[in-house]
């Protein structure tokens, strides 16, 4: 029950190791190592965690379920993401398109996300007549090389362009940093 504003790097971390962890099947020793916390104490969270959001084990069975079925699975905007590995008779190999079944469709739609935003930069860039180029795309982050006075006008577009880039259920959170080097805005 933390605020989104309120929400510190390391918390931040914490939260995605345990989030993105336990939905791609990670053990209590797993996480213990990653977070360096004691194996009962990431047991402890993980018990924690389904007793929260019971859905999540539901929602891991399916998808595996659905994979195993049809050989793909989907983003939520309908993209497919074939999983041929899913099928194996090697058990390592099938324990992997597993975890590859249910990743796909959260990281697929970010994926989905992030390029139905770029489609919209040089539109947004070329309404407010801004220099402003994207230069690079990586993960769920935009990075754009821009004269300093555009730097407001660029990042109101840009927060907005992402924010609805999605039409998800949910609001998305949109970090925007500057700085005069890449290493200085991080």
Not at 81 to 86: D, K, R, V
Not at 168 to 186: C, D, M, Q, R, Y
Request: aromatic share 8%.
């Amino acid at each position: 029950g933390v605020p989104v504003d309120k929400v510190e790097a390391d918390l931040r971390y914490r939260a995605k190791a345990i989030n993105f962890g336990i939905i791609y099947g990670i053990s209590a020793f797993g996480l213990a190592r990653q977070l360096g916390i004691p194996r009962e104490d990431a047991g402890k969270y993980i018990k924690s965690y389904f007793e929260q959001y019971p859905g999540i084990q539901d929602y891991v069975e399916k998808t595996k379920e659905f994979a195993r079925k049809h050989g793909y699975v989907e983003t939520l905007f309908g993209r497919r993401i074939h999983i041929p590995a899913i099928g194996e008779g090697n058990f390592q190999r099938r324990n992997f398109a597993e975890r590859q079944a249910v990743n796909a469709p959260l990281q697929g739609t970010a994926a989905d996300i992030i390029k139905r935003a770029m489609i919209q930069v040089p539109g947004a860039l070329a309404k407010n007549k801004l220099a402003a180029k994207l230069l690079l795309q990586v993960h769920d982050e935009l990075l754009f090389e821009a004269p300093l006075q555009e730097a407001k006008i660029l990042s109101e577009s840009i927060r907005k362009i992402m924010m609805s880039a999605g039409s998800l259920s949910v609001p998305l959170e949109v970090g925007i940093k500057e700085g005069v080097t890449w290493a200085k805005a991080h």
